[in-house]
């Protein structure tokens, strides 16, 4: 178990990605408890000084700390990308790897695209067991394990916009470096990228984590259902009391297109940070 005095939160991003970075860290902030320590690190993919610096103005507002993460992104740059998945979204995959020179023993990942409404002290102390990370099933039940002739105990595949990582655990056994060469020698096979990458190499040694504390699009929106009776329960459980929102899909809530049911909240939080929102965002 963990104590819960500091909590260490990472996420990656570009300068385009800075405002909702913000918005996450603001969230996480003004849910934590007041005595809780939060350690935000940034995976910094050519973040402007400027930006920085509004950064660190809010977060310096809170008990809280931030450091930026300078690394080689040329490493990444022959993988598979997307309009919606960059070559920033791997990053996470290394991220034992990037905190190697700190004592950190564990780390909570979280994309960009997410809210807190509930207090991120919840998760933080999870026995994790013999496994090396938490996350949640992925809502869009599409059976890629499968898909990659993986051979596996479960086909249960994790989204992993939310991760509780055992940097000792990962780093002892190379998942980095494993995942690293998966990506990058069966590119042709990668829907979802990264996620899949990661999946395909740590199916059976993940802690499933209630859907609330990553509430992507397809449940909040009841656009999937899931296969089992508790997992139902628990998408209704997760629409009504979500603890972390995750904007997940193509259509975000910064679009004016976007009918997502937490637009709202996204909109609030992200007006109290440094950096406005610009009419007719696209």
């Not at 260490?8 to 990605?17: C, G, K, L, R, W």
């Not at 610096?53 to 690394?71: F, G, P």
């Not at 598979?80 to 791997?90: F, G, N």
């Not at 937490?262 to 406005?276: G, M, N, V």
Request: aromatic share 10%; glycine share 2%; with cysteine.
């Amino acid at each position: 178990m963990f104590e819960e005095s500091e909590i260490t939160i990472i996420s990656a991003a570009n300068e385009e990605f800075v405002p909702h970075l913000a918005t996450l860290f603001l969230s996480l902030l003004q849910t934590k408890k007041s005595e809780t320590i939060l350690n935000f690190y940034v995976i910094d993919d050519h973040i402007a000084l400027n930006s920085k610096e509004k950064l660190n103005r809010m977060v310096n507002e809170y008990n809280a700390t931030i450091s930026y993460l300078q690394i080689d992104t040329l490493e990444f740059d022959e993988m598979v990308e997307s309009d919606r998945i960059t070559t920033t979204a791997y990053f996470r995959i290394a991220i034992p790897i990037f905190l190697e020179s700190t004592a950190i023993q564990r780390a909570i990942y979280l994309d960009c695209d997410i809210i807190a409404l509930q207090q991120i002290e919840d998760i933080w102390s999870i026995d994790l067991g013999d496994k090396l990370l938490a996350a949640v099933e992925d809502a869009g039940f599409h059976q890629r394990l499968e898909a990659m002739e993986i051979d596996t105990k479960s086909d249960t595949y994790f989204n992993s916009g939310v991760m509780i990582i055992d940097l000792d655990k990962w780093r002892n056994e190379k998942i980095s470096e494993q995942v690293l060469a998966f990506a990058s020698e069966n590119q042709d096979e990668l829907m979802f990228h990264d996620q899949d990458a990661l999946n395909a190499i740590l199916h059976d040694r993940w802690l499933i984590l209630h859907p609330k504390w990553n509430a992507q699009a397809y449940i909040l929106s009841n656009e999937k259902d899931s296969p089992t009776e508790i997992g139902q329960i628990e998408y209704t459980e997760a629409r009504n009391e979500p603890a972390l929102v995750h904007y997940s899909g193509h259509v975000k809530p910064w679009h004016t297109e976007s009918d997502h049911p937490f637009k709202e909240q996204y909109l609030t939080i992200r007006k109290q940070t440094p950096f406005a929102i610009e009419e007719n965002i696209d």
